[in-house]
């Protein structure tokens, strides 16, 4: 037996027949599960949208693509420390989401 599964069989007590409490959507907050998972959704697309619209300005400015599709001023224009961090944390945040192999439609859209 591994120490992990000593572990689990310390914290489980035994039942007394009765059913389990059902879960209840307002507790859904208070899970630090809840707030990991929305963070992490929440830096992806904040990042990954800031910095696509940004990149975006230089690359419309190259001749040829300017010539077919026009030019793209970004409206947001951020320091280079904060568009560093943003994608720091894009990065962060999609590892977290593959390595946990969190499936999200929304997020997951453009690769099918």
Same mark, same amino acid.
């Given at each position: 037996?591994?120490?992990?599964?000593?572990?689990?069989?310390?914290?489980?007590?035994?039942?007394?027949?009765?059913?389990?409490?059902?879960? #209840?959507?307002?507790?859904?907050? /208070?899970?630090?599960?809840?707030?990991?998972?929305?963070?992490?959704? &929440?830096? &992806?697309?904040?990042?990954?949208?800031?910095?696509? /619209?940004? &990149?975006?300005?230089?690359?419309?400015?190259?001749?040829?693509?300017?010539?077919?599709?026009?030019?793209?001023?970004?409206?947001?224009?951020?320091?280079?420390?904060?568009?560093?961090?943003?994608?720091?944390?894009?990065? &962060?945040?999609?590892?977290? #989401?593959?390595?946990?192999?969190?499936?999200?439609?929304? /997020?997951?859209?453009?690769?099918?």
């Amino acid at each position: 037996m591994t120490w992990k599964q000593w572990a689990a069989s310390k914290r489980l007590k035994p039942g007394d027949g009765r059913a389990l409490q059902r879960f #209840r959507w307002w507790q859904l907050p /208070l899970r630090s599960l809840f707030w990991l998972r929305l963070g992490s959704v &929440l830096l &992806l697309v904040i990042g990954v949208g800031l910095n696509l /619209l940004q &990149l975006a300005e230089p690359v419309s400015r190259i001749p040829p693509v300017a010539q077919r599709v026009g030019t793209f001023e970004s409206p947001v224009h951020l320091p280079v420390w904060l568009n560093l961090a943003l994608g720091v944390m894009a990065v &962060l945040a999609s590892m977290e #989401r593959a390595l946990r192999l969190r499936y999200s439609s929304l /997020l997951d859209m453009a690769g099918h």
